[in-house]
């Protein structure tokens, strides 16, 4: 059973759940690279990882922005 990622998990348990469209928006990326951060599919640039950190603080941990093993495979 996998767990839900830290990202989406944040994104959907803000006060006004945010879509990947919405992030996207603030962290000057395509929706498409939320989606696969969330998948585990692709990490994400130092530049994108402190634009959550900045955002979510420490709801969603750095290891979590980078490639799950499961995907790399």
Do not use: F, Y
Not at 14 to 26: E, I, N, S
Not at 43 to 62: E, F, H, Q
């Amino acid at each position: 059973m996998q767990t839900e990622h830290p990202l989406r998990a944040w994104r959907k348990n803000q006060t006004k759940p945010m879509t990947q469209g919405d992030l996207a928006g603030l962290l000057g990326v395509v929706p498409s690279q939320v989606s696969q951060i969330e998948s585990g599919i692709k990490g994400c640039s130092l530049d994108v990882a402190l634009k959550i950190r900045n955002l979510a603080g420490d709801a969603v941990p750095l290891e979590s922005l980078l490639p799950t093993q499961e995907a790399a495979e």
